[in-house]
């Protein structure tokens, strides 16, 4: 079954939240470190099953722009001069739902690791 599709993305950049709207009535609103913690680049993703990196001190990571890639999705570049993954309407859906346990799981990485956000 296909993926919903996007019908408004919205970013806020004072509280530094992405929020996107898909045609089945869901909406969600993504915090900028969440995004950028879980890019789709190779640089965080790894080039194969297992070789994510944990992404660390981006607490206050923003976005300065979103760009537009043909009907599948969006660049986004981070303040941080992370400009490398294209966020599909997919993997932006995928994040949505996600988000209740990938946050706290994210956290939980980060403080057994010894990392900060």
């Excluded at 913690?37 to 001190?57: D, T």
Aim: glycine share 12%.
């Amino acid at each position: 079954m296909p993926h919903p599709r996007p019908l408004d993305i919205v970013l806020h950049s004072a509280s530094r939240i992405l929020e996107v709207a898909f045609d089945n009535g869901e909406r969600f609103r993504l915090p900028c470190e969440y995004l950028r913690v879980n890019s789709p680049s190779a640089e965080v993703q790894g080039h194969g099953p297992g070789q994510k990196i944990l992404v660390s001190g981006k607490r206050n990571v923003g976005i300065t722009a979103l760009e537009p890639t043909g009907h599948y999705g969006v660049l986004i570049r981070f303040d941080d001069g992370h400009a490398t993954g294209i966020f599909g309407w997919d993997t932006l859906y995928d994040l949505g739902r996600a988000y209740d346990t990938a946050w706290p799981a994210y956290l939980a990485e980060l403080d057994a690791k010894g990392l900060s956000r």
